[in-house]
Nanobody
Framework: QVQLVESGGGSVESGGSLRLSCAAS??????????MGWFRQAPGKEREGVAA???????SYTGSVKGRFTISQDNAKRTLYLQMNSLKPEDTAMYYC?????????????????????WGQGTQVTVSS
């Protein structure tokens, strides 16, 4: 059974940094090729894709975080990371880790939430001005 557990959220001032982690377990051979991503949902808004990375190391970002956020993975530790720098109040949201087995990795729809099979519980990020 696939499990994704996020950590690293918290409260920071505008301009600060946080690093989110997502520990993955239960991956079978089905996940030999995959796409994993970070999503966020602010109060009153729909969940949106933030960044994704696949088994080939291909990355994708939504426009509002390009140049500020970096997604990475440690395959040995089965952990996904999101380094967030220059945080803004509009980055305040619950952040979720998600994964899907995908032969094509993140080539197609990397930030489309309906393409993902497994989700974590989320970690809260609050940025004050």
């Amino acid at each position: 059974q696939v499990q994704l557990v996020e950590s690293g959220g918290g409260s920071v001032e505008s301009g600060g940094s946080l690093r989110l982690s997502c520990a993955a377990s239960g991956f079978t051979s089905t996940y030999s090729r995959y796409c994993m991503g970070w999503f966020r949902q602010a109060p009153g808004k729909e969940r949106e894709g933030v960044a994704a990375v696949d088994s080939d190391g291909r990355t994708s970002y939504t426009g509002s975080v390009k140049g500020r956020f970096t997604i990475s993975q440690d395959n040995a530790k089965r952990t996904l990371y999101l380094q967030m720098n220059s945080l803004k109040p509009e980055d305040t949201a619950m952040y979720y880790c998600a994964a899907r087995p995908d032969w094509w990795g993140c080539v197609y729809d990397p930030l489309a939430q309906n393409r993902y099979n497994h989700w974590g519980q989320g970690t809260q990020v609050t940025v004050s001005s």
